[in-house]
């Protein structure tokens, strides 16, 4: 099981970034999705998450700047990300898990510029 994560990089204060994550191998419906980051220096923390019944649910730091969403038919979760803030820089990880599986993806970097 494989779990690609792309679409991460530079952006500006208060711009706009789409990251997505692809997986192999699952049946990817059946899983719990989320996103993760990781500041330096920081632990990982939960960004969002999605249910296999579509309930989504967001760390309060990133509600109503951030919209997670998956598509089972590609296997693939998107997070939109606007309103950028120089807070939201960290590495950005996905993740499938389905007790006792949890699986992780290599993470791409977010970095945002003021």
């Known amino acids: 099981v494989q779990l690609l994560e792309c679409g991460g990089g530079l952006v500006q204060l208060g711009g706009s970034l789409r990251i997505s994550c692809g997986d192999y191998?699952?049946?990817?419906?059946?899983?719990?999705v989320g996103w993760y980051r990781q500041a330096p220096g920081k632990e990982r923390e939960l960004v969002a998450t999605?249910?296999?019944?579509?309930?989504?649910n967001y760390a309060d730091s990133v509600k109503g700047r951030f919209t997670f969403s998956r598509d089972n038919t590609k296997n693939a979760m998107y997070l939109q990300m606007s309103s950028l803030k120089p807070e939201d820089t960290a590495v950005y990880y996905c993740?499938?898990?389905?007790?006792?599986?949890?699986?992780w993806g290599q993470g791409t970097q977010v970095t945002v510029s003021s």
């Open positions: 191998g699952i049946i990817f419906g059946s899983y719990v």
């Open positions: 993740n499938a898990q389905r007790w006792p599986m949890s699986y």
């Open positions: 999605i249910t296999s019944v579509g309930t989504t």
